[in-house]
């Protein structure tokens, strides 16, 4: 049965390795490759984009309205602040929620600045007298919003989360809601910049992946790092993926690896060094029970400081995705079913 499960393995490298030599060469015809070696560029610039902007007043909710990748920094926010006393939402929706009103911060944040569920969000926020800064390129959003940060364009938005997060976590620093140390940012960026690790990693995962549907698991706080790897997947790679957290796992998925099978699935955990103790040793239990099953992959965050973790765990995920987006000889950049769906809305 083992010598099976190895040469499983073996034809999906096999399949993976054959694909990049294949006649038909994969396709990078915007440089996403580039796009994701300068992230830790991207961060740098952004981290200079809200200087002197800030918001004054009582404070005691912090909403973040987006979709997609626009929506992706408002749960990076929400495990940033997890233990701050000013209780962040991330809303992906046509209204905030009904408790909005002058105590509210509201991030509308969309990338393109047309984004219509965004749009709604940002007039609801306004009607319910919420403070509103914007976080855009431009587009409608930029012209209606009355305190913005432009952010530059050119990029797809799942790329730009560079632009789409430290613009708001600056806003925040800058009201004195957040206390971001410098230390924190200086270790995320050296540790980012480490680039050739990531890909290095990211190219090995996607090797193992090979033909295989990934499933994707992390603690609950680095939950948002687990759904960034799924949705890089998705847009990336154009693959189905899912996601999920320890311990919540254990209590109804792992049921379902009695009737999975080696050859269509693939286990990825992202295990951090300051997860809980309990969680650690589920992830290593778990780990055995499931190995029968499917193979598990396992990623190490890097960094003592949380904003290195999450990022670093990110950065790992960007990388698997463009490397099984070669393999599967599709162009990494484009997203034709999601621009296609939008001309139909019209």
Same mark, same amino acid.
């Given at each position: 049965?083992?010598?099976?499960?190895?040469?499983?393995?073996?034809?999906?490298i096999?399949?993976?390795?054959h694909?990049?030599?294949?006649?038909?060469?994969?396709?990078?015809?915007?440089?996403?490759l580039?796009?994701? &070696?300068d992230?830790?560029?991207?961060?740098?610039?952004?981290?200079? %984009?809200?200087k002197?902007?800030?918001?004054s007043?009582?404070i005691?909710?912090?909403?973040?309205?987006?979709?997609?990748g626009?929506?992706?920094?408002?749960?990076?926010?929400?495990?940033?602040m997890?233990?701050?006393?000013?209780?962040?939402?991330?809303?992906?929706?046509?209204?905030?929620?009904?408790?909005?009103?002058?105590?509210t911060?509201?991030?509308?944040?969309?990338?393109?600045?047309?984004?219509?569920e965004?749009?709604?969000?940002?007039?609801d926020?306004?009607?319910?007298?919420?403070?509103?800064?914007?976080?855009?390129?431009?587009?409608?959003?930029?012209?209606?919003?009355?305190?913005?940060?432009?952010?530059p364009?050119?990029?797809q938005?799942?790329?730009?989360?560079?632009?789409?997060f430290?613009?708001?976590?600056?806003?925040?620093?800058?009201?004195?809601?957040?206390?971001?140390?410098?230390?924190?940012?200086e270790?995320?960026?050296?540790?980012?910049?480490?680039?050739?690790?990531? +890909?290095?990693?990211g &190219?090995?995962?996607?090797?193992k992946?090979?033909l295989?549907?990934? %499933?994707i698991?992390?603690?609950?706080i680095?939950?948002?790092?687990?759904y960034?790897w +799924?949705?890089q997947f998705? &847009?990336n790679?154009?693959?189905a993926?899912?996601?999920?957290?320890?311990?919540e796992?254990?209590?109804?998925?792992?049921?379902g690896?009695?009737?999975?099978?080696?050859?269509?699935?693939?286990?990825?955990?992202?295990?951090?060094?300051?997860?809980?103790?309990?969680?650690? +040793?589920?992830?290593?239990?778990t780990k055995?029970?499931?190995?029968?099953?499917?193979?598990v992959? &396992?990623?190490?965050?890097?960094?003592?400081h949380?904003?290195?973790?999450?990022?670093?765990?990110i950065y790992?995920?960007?990388?698997?995705?463009?490397?099984?987006?070669l393999a599967?000889?599709?162009?990494?950049t484009?997203?034709?079913?999601?621009?296609?769906?939008?001309?139909k809305?019209?």
């Amino acid at each position: 049965m083992e010598a099976e499960q190895k040469a499983v393995e073996v034809i999906q490298i096999f399949l993976y390795n054959h694909k990049l030599v294949s006649s038909k060469m994969p396709i990078d015809s915007s440089n996403m490759l580039k796009v994701i &070696e300068d992230f830790p560029q991207q961060c740098r610039t952004a981290l200079e %984009l809200p200087k002197g902007i800030s918001v004054s007043g009582k404070i005691d909710k912090i909403v973040i309205a987006g979709m997609g990748g626009s929506a992706v920094g408002g749960d990076l926010l929400k495990i940033y602040m997890h233990s701050s006393r000013i209780p962040v939402f991330v809303v992906r929706d046509y209204k905030v929620p009904d408790f909005v009103d002058e105590n509210t911060l509201v991030f509308a944040v969309s990338y393109s600045g047309n984004t219509e569920e965004t749009l709604s969000a940002y007039e609801d926020a306004s009607k319910k007298r919420a403070k509103i800064v914007a976080v855009t390129s431009g587009g409608q959003l930029g012209s209606m919003a009355k305190k913005s940060i432009k952010i530059p364009s050119g990029l797809q938005p799942r790329a730009a989360l560079g632009y789409l997060f430290f613009p708001v976590l600056g806003v925040l620093a800058n009201s004195g809601i957040a206390d971001v140390k410098g230390r924190e940012i200086e270790e995320m960026l050296d540790i980012l910049s480490k680039t050739d690790d990531f +890909k290095a990693v990211g &190219e090995r995962i996607a090797k193992k992946i090979g033909l295989r549907t990934p %499933l994707i698991y992390s603690s609950e706080i680095l939950s948002p790092v687990a759904y960034r790897w +799924k949705t890089q997947f998705n &847009e990336n790679s154009k693959v189905a993926a899912f996601h999920n957290s320890f311990s919540e796992m254990n209590h109804n998925e792992i049921a379902g690896y009695q009737n999975v099978n080696k050859s269509d699935f693939i286990a990825i955990f992202i295990r951090d060094a300051k997860d809980n103790e309990r969680i650690k +040793k589920r992830m290593d239990i778990t780990k055995e029970i499931i190995s029968s099953r499917v193979d598990v992959e &396992e990623i190490f965050t890097r960094g003592e400081h949380l904003l290195s973790r999450i990022f670093s765990g990110i950065y790992y995920g960007d990388f698997a995705s463009y490397y099984l987006a070669l393999a599967n000889r599709v162009d990494p950049t484009p997203v034709s079913v999601i621009e296609n769906l939008k001309k139909k809305l019209k």
